[in-house]
Nanobody, 121 residues
Framework: QVQLVESGGGLVQPGGSLRLSCAAS????????MGWYRQAPGNQRELVSS???????NYADSVKGRFTIARDNAKNTVYLQMNSLKPEDTAVYYC???????????????WGQGTQVTVSS
């Protein structure tokens, strides 16, 4: 019943920007950590950025200074603002959230369906 729906991916030129969104829905009591991962062909899935419920952020070295993660707890949504995009950023981006679903008292990890980001001239 709980699901994460991603949006905002697409094709952009190097140096361009995209903003990804991921909204959780369903019977949710609380969402703890949220984050964005990406996976390029032939590569392992890697953590891009994460954010705690109170707003503490973490970024992979490869995206520091270019990407910004944010969340809106009232909307159960996490965002990833991606600026100065490079071809190396091309990947499928997945959101992840630790969600306590009603009426339970512990969190479970959920994944979005993935959204393609392609950076190319």
């Amino acid at each position: 019943q709980v699901q994460l729906v991603e949006s905002g991916g697409g094709l952009v030129q190097p140096g361009g920007s995209l903003r990804l969104s991921c909204a959780a829905s369903g019977s949710i009591s609380r969402i703890d950590d949220m984050g964005w991962y990406r996976q390029a062909p032939g590569n392992q899935r890697e953590l891009v950025s994460s954010i705690t419920r109170v707003g503490t952020t973490n970024y992979a070295d490869s995206v520091k200074g270019r990407f910004t993660i944010a969340r809106d707890n009232a909307k159960n949504t996490v965002y990833l603002q991606m600026n100065s995009l490079k071809p190396e950023d091309t990947a499928v981006y997945y959101c992840n959230a630790a969600i306590v679903r009603a009426p339970l008292r512990y969190s479970t990890s959920y994944w979005g369906q993935g959204t393609q980001v392609t950076v190319s001239s």
